[in-house]
C-alpha cells in the first residue's frame, strides 16, 4: 500500500521537525515548505492527501496560500494557529480550509485531526462517484467530477462550498440545521462556531447571483437552517 502524502508548511524549523517526527512515525511520507509560494510550487509538482499549513507567515501568510490552493485543488487543509479567536477560524474555513488546530497542542489530537480529515475527504469522493448528474432550472452538477455549471459555464466553488451545495440539492425536500451541516460536512468533531456555514452560504449565493442565476438556489428555513431551493423560484 502507498504511503499517505503530506505536505507541512511552516516558515519555523523547529515546528516542521516536530510535526515530521510526529508524521513520519505514523507511516506518513512527509515534504515540508518553509513559505507559502514554496508550498504552492510543491503542490503543482505532487499529489498530497493533506497540507499542514500555518497561519502566521512573513511574505504569503497561510490564508493566502490557501486561496491559491483552493483554486486548482481540493486537498484536504488542516491550518495551525497561535491564534484561537473564532473571526480567525470562520476566516480561515470561509476560505476553503478544512479544519484549524491551535498551537501548542499534543500530537495525538494532531493525528486525529489528520486521519479525521483524510477520511472524510474519501469518504467524500467515493460518495459523489456514485452519483448521477443532478440538473435543476438553469444548473446542471456533476458530482463525480465536482463540477457545478450555471447558464452552461462552469462556476468554481471551494471543496467545502462545493459539498454543502451538493449536499442540499441532493436532499431538496429537507431543510438543515447549521449543527447537522457542520457534522456533516466538519464532523463530528468539529468545535468551532457555526457561523463559518452562514459563510459558505453567502459565498455560494454570491457567486451563483454573479453567474447569472436568477434565482436564490439556497433557501433560509428561518428558526432552522437551510434547504435547497429545487424548484427555481425567485426567493
Not at 517526527?21 to 505532487?46: C, P, Q, W
Not at 448528474?133 to 463525480?144: A, Y
Amino acid at each position: 500500500m502507498s504511503k499517505l502524502q503530506v505536505l507541512i508548511v511552516d516558515d519555523e524549523w523547529k515546528m516542521r521537525n516536530l510535526l515530521r517526527i510526529y508524521l513520519t512515525r505514523e507511516g506518513f511520507d512527509v515534504k515540508e515548505a518553509s513559505n507559502g509560494r514554496e508550498a504552492l510550487s510543491m503542490v503543482k509538482e505532487h499529489s498530497f492527501d493533506i497540507i499542514i499549513l500555518d497561519v502566521m507567515m512573513p511574505d504569503m501568510d497561510g490564508w493566502q496560500v490557501c486561496e491559491e490552493v483552493r483554486e486548482t485543488d481540493n486537498v484536504a487543509i488542516l491550518m495551525l494557529t497561535a491564534r484561537s479567536e473564532t473571526k480567525d477560524k470562520v476566516l480561515g474555513l470561509g476560505i476553503g480550509a478544512d479544519d484549524y488546530l491551535t498551537k501548542p497542542f499534543e500530537p495525538e489530537e494532531l493525528l486525529a485531526r489528520v486521519y479525521s480529515l483524510i477520511r472524510r475527504s474519501t469518504m467524500t469522493q467515493v460518495s459523489v462517484q456514485q452519483e448521477s448528474i443532478l440538473e435543476f432550472q438553469d444548473v446542471k452538477i456533476h458530482p463525480e467530477g465536482r463540477e457545478i455549471y450555471i447558464h452552461d459555464l462552469l462556476v468554481d466553488f471551494t471543496q467545502k462550498e462545493f459539498d454543502l451545495f451538493v449536499s442540499l440539492a441532493r436532499n431538496q425536500q429537507r431543510a438543515y440545521g447549521r449543527g447537522e451541516l457542520l457534522d456533516l460536512l466538519w464532523g463530528y468533531d468539529y468545535d468551532g462556531d457555526d457561523r463559518v456555514v452562514d459563510t459558505h452560504v453567502k459565498n455560494i449565493r454570491d457567486k451563483t447571483r454573479r453567474s447569472g442565476l436568477l434565482y436564490n438556489p439556497i433557501q433560509t428555513v428561518w428558526g432552522v437552517g437551510y434547504k435547497f431551493n429545487a424548484t427555481g423560484e425567485l426567493k
